[in-house]
């Protein structure tokens, strides 16, 4: 549904995006993910065709955005980061007038507008001036118009921000039930909310694809196992590197005589039972045990330090001292 | 020391939705400012008013003359009308509507009251000052109502009156002439107030307000043709109806005039086209901020200060029976209407692009599938409405001295002046229009459109510098000229040369608008 071929966008001197290239498939939510200024909001608006891009080719439902921005459009609900309202209308008149323009039928308008108003939870505030409301009724405002007229393509700029906790899991949980009707990229840097709602991932970085893979095959990789012993760490070592599919490990002293131990399988096998029964032979205690993947905070820290780093490097060594979740990311790799 | 366990996974399904509730809590609002000013408005203002006007008609004699009577009972109705919108409990609200239903009683006893001059000549001019008091309190009442089968009612009695009125006005104004001065136009102008309220309650959505729209539409449209029809006939004398070349210069052009306006107020009560749809809400966000409110006064008193002015001219001289003709040119031509016409233009249009580029609505306007010449038009035409609308008081003070005085007189001039004034606007606003695009400060775009009406002020005083006037510029320039273009269509004449000279310099200006939209996709 969206294609995106060798992106680029310059603000004058400024590049913003640097030759991007991805796809979204029918039905597929994706999260679009990134530090600030990374070029997310760039690369929607140009999705939306509000801005021009520099160079490239970008098709949203099989249109260009270039040449056949109103098909582009018909196609779309967005929602920008900053929610624009207006004050001044009631949250039931701007849902109507914005179904209207965006040529929702007369008899179907009705219905949509309550669908929507349920969808979003804004029923209690229909008719609220929208001057008047906090900012997370504003933002579900902004949502429910988003999908009024039931668009194909969802593309949401930052929909969770300014909502409360109970709020972003009711808007997440919304828009997980969109998945299958709806094409959805929602950019966001709360990794756990992609996680949640989102079958893949893009993680772009100053205005570069540093990742875009779905979220089962990040799942898929290989996990290590955490092992906390009470024993003389030696033999305890020795005891788990000598068990079968293990491939190294690396031990930590912790106090009062446990030891930690990071066990990396040769397979995807799971180990955990046969850990523990080499252990438990030897009379030790086992004060944890359990598996461990990488989680997407690792790939995103990793992607964003990583490149800050090499592209830092020439200039002065020095110049990001890596904070403590590099740390135990980098101690886990 | 590693990276985090997974743990169980939350399964956010599971976790129970609660009930929706409203942000805050909500108490009881006691609009106490408005009860203020409602109960004063009624002792202070309404009543005294009221009584001045009574006394003073059955000749009781009254301590408060009936000039200020009546000004009381204005300011004073102001007030009460003010507290019926933002009070909204029970008794009070249905009070209002009953006040309401008083006046349109009122009007009707009056229209079939009998008089000495027969039927219904007691109507003008008190039984239709009862219909205009009587439809903002309906309208007022209808939107506050929430109970259906109340609000059901009062929209029925709004639609009901309208449909009367305008039936009264369009169908008698047609058939005879006579009726169709003051008594037709204004009950058919009355009529589509009523129906335009009646539709806009319901909204296009609903049934009655869709029929409604459609229904004033189609009579507008018929009326037109109708006209149309007859004028050719009157004119040529086909189908062997009488020859009478006089039925197009008055009935035929009102006639057509009126239909005209019913059909596009009621296409634009319900048409879902983008353009129509935009211009809506342009024009309802001119009424949501005090600006449209204080043009329109300002506007008002103006021509009230110039028709004072002239009536005590006119009365002074020669006496009421000889007006000297052409009669609109000494009305309007003067220094204040001028200062005003530049003040409001820039006044208008600095909002229109500029609020929209601050607040960043403009994005989420430009993503949806829309024309950007839709988007510029309607911007265009709501001002254009908003600045006819703040003129028609001109027109209608002199309605009301054909009214009183008795005498007619030229009336072609006030025509040909508004035609002059809505071209020469269409230029103006279009030019305030696209410097209001190029910025996202207000201010910014109002300077600058102010200083573009002083330079067009500057072509008609070009004129007057004999250095320049020797140059080729200054015939060309002072085609540019709206003082120009008003002073000789106050003459009763439109110059084709201006005309098209002014249309040419609208449709630039909005070229170039919409060239600065699509500005944003060149970079």
Redesign the interface.
Request: hydrophobic share 25%; no cysteine.
């Given at each position: 549904m969206i294609q995106v071929d060798n992106l680029s966008k310059f603000?004058g001197p400024v590049m913003a995006v640097d030759h991007i290239s991805f796809e979204v498939g029918k039905g597929e939510i994706v999260g679009f993910l990134g530090p600030n200024g990374a070029g997310k909001t760039t690369t929607m608006?140009i999705l939306?065709?509000?801005?021009?891009a520099?160079s490239g080719i970008v098709k949203v439902a099989g249109f260009d955005v270039?040449n056949q921005s109103?098909?582009v459009?018909?196609n779309?609900g967005?929602l920008?980061d900053?929610v624009?309202?207006?004050p001044?209308?009631r949250v039931e008149e701007y849902l109507?007038?914005?179904a209207?323009?965006?040529?929702v039928d007369?008899k179907e308008?009705?219905k949509r507008l309550e669908t929507v108003l349920e969808h979003f939870?804004v029923?209690?505030?229909r008719r609220r001036l929208i001057g008047t409301?906090?900012h997370?009724?504003r933002q579900r405002v902004g949502l429910a118009?988003a999908l009024i007229h039931d668009p194909p393509i969802l593309i949401l700029d930052e929909p969770t921000g300014g909502l409360d906790p109970?709020q972003i899991?009711?808007t997440?949980?919304t828009i997980r039930n969109l998945k299958g009707k709806h094409t959805i990229l929602l950019s966001t840097h709360i990794l756990s909310q992609v996680e949640?709602a989102c079958d893949r991932v893009i993680i772009i970085n100053r205005g570069r694809i540093g990742l875009d893979k779905k979220l089962d095959d990040l799942a898929k990789e290989r996990a290590?196992f955490?092992v906390e012993v009470r024993g003389p760490k030696d033999q305890v070592a020795h005891v788990l590197e000598t068990t079968d599919g293990v491939d190294e490990i690396k031990a930590?002293a912790l106090s009062d005589g446990i030891t930690?131990f990071?066990v990396h399988p040769k397979t995807d096998d799971d180990l955990r039972e046969a850990l523990f029964s080499r252990i438990a032979k030897n009379g030790w205690t086992i004060r944890r045990l359990?598996?461990?993947?990488?989680?997407l905070?690792?790939h995103f820290v990793n992607l964003v330090v990583h490149d800050q780093t090499t592209s830092f490097k020439p200039e002065k060594e020095p110049v990001t001292e890596p904070n403590t979740a590099v740390q135990?990311?980098k101690?886990?790799a | 020391m590693s990276s985090e366990a997974i743990t169980e996974k939350k399964d956010p399904d599971r976790w129970q939705t609660p009930q929706e509730i409203a942000p805050s809590v909500m108490r009881q609002d006691v609009p106490t400012t408005a009860r203020i000013i409602g109960v004063a408005a009624l002792v202070f203002g309404f009543a005294p008013g009221l009584l001045a006007i009574v006394f003073d008609k059955t000749g009781t004699g009254a301590r408060i003359p009936v000039g200020w009577g009546m000004f009381m009972a204005m300011v004073g109705l102001a007030g009460m009308l003010y507290h019926a919108a933002r009070d909204t409990e029970l008794e009070i609200r249905r009070a209002y509507g009953i006040f309401a239903l008083v006046w349109l009683i009122l009007a009707i006893a009056h229209a079939v009251y009998p008089t000495e001059a027969g039927v219904g000549r007691g109507f003008l001019p008190w039984g239709y000052v009862s219909l205009l008091v009587g439809l903002p309190f309906a309208l007022v009442y209808a939107r506050n109502e929430d109970d259906p089968v109340w609000r059901q009612r009062a929209i029925y009695i709004v639609g009901a009156t309208g449909v009367v009125l305008a039936g009264f006005g369009l169908i008698g104004g047609s058939i005879k002439a006579d009726f169709l001065l003051s008594y037709g136009l204004l009950l058919s102008l009355a009529g589509l107030a009523y129906l335009s309220a009646t539709a806009g309650l319901s909204g296009s959505e609903s049934d009655i307000g869709y029929k409604t729209g459609s229904l004033v539409a189609a009579i507008g449209a018929l009326v037109a043709l109708a006209a149309i029809g007859r004028s050719l006939l009157a004119t040529y004398g086909w189908l062997g109806v009488p020859k009478d070349p006089r039925y197009l210069a008055t009935s035929g052009i009102l006639l057509v005039g009126l239909g005209l306006t019913y059909a596009i107020v009621g296409v634009s009560l319900i048409s879902d086209r983008q353009f129509v749809v935009l211009m809506r809400r342009e024009l309802a966000s001119f009424f949501c901020s005090p600006l449209a409110y204080i043009i329109l006064v300002v506007f008002a008193v103006i021509a009230w200060i110039g028709y004072a002015i002239f009536a005590w001219g006119v009365s002074g001289g020669d006496g009421p029976s000889q007006l000297p003709e052409p009669i609109i040119y000494r009305y309007v031509w003067g220094f204040i209407p001028i200062v005003f016409a530049v003040l409001s233009v820039p006044l208008l249009t600095m909002r229109l692009f500029s609020e929209e580029k601050r607040t960043q609505t403009l994005e989420v306007l430009m993503t949806v599938p829309v024309e950007d010449v839709s988007v510029v038009l309607s911007k265009f035409a709501a001002a254009m409405i908003m600045f006819v609308l703040a003129w028609l008081p001109f027109g209608l003070y002199l309605i009301a001295l054909r009214i009183e005085g008795g005498t007619p007189f030229d009336y072609r001039p006030l025509v040909s002046f508004f035609l002059a004034l809505l071209i020469s606007g269409s230029a103006m606003i279009a030019m305030g229009l696209f410097f209001s695009s190029l910025t996202n400060n207000q201010l910014a775009s109002g300077v600058l459109t102010a200083l573009g009406m002083i330079v067009l002020i500057g072509f008609h005083i070009i004129k007057y510098f004999s250095v320049i006037e020797r140059s080729n510029w200054a015939p060309f320039l002072t085609h540019f000229s709206f003082l120009d273009l008003w002073g000789s269509a106050l003459r009763g004449q439109l110059i084709l040369s201006e005309v098209i000279s002014h249309v040419s310099l609208a449709i630039f200006w909005l070229f170039a608008t919409v060239k600065v939209l699509e500005a944003r996709k060149w970079l």
């Open positions: 603000f608006r939306t065709s509000y801005l021009p520099t270039m109103l098909d459009r018909k779309i967005y920008p900053t624009p309202l207006y001044e209308m109507t007038y914005r209207k323009l965006k040529g007369r308008r009705p939870r029923r209690e505030v409301l906090s997370g009724y118009d109970l899991r009711e997440l949980k949640d290590t955490m930590e930690s990071e359990d598996l461990v993947r990488r989680r905070e690792y135990a990311a101690n886990g | -």
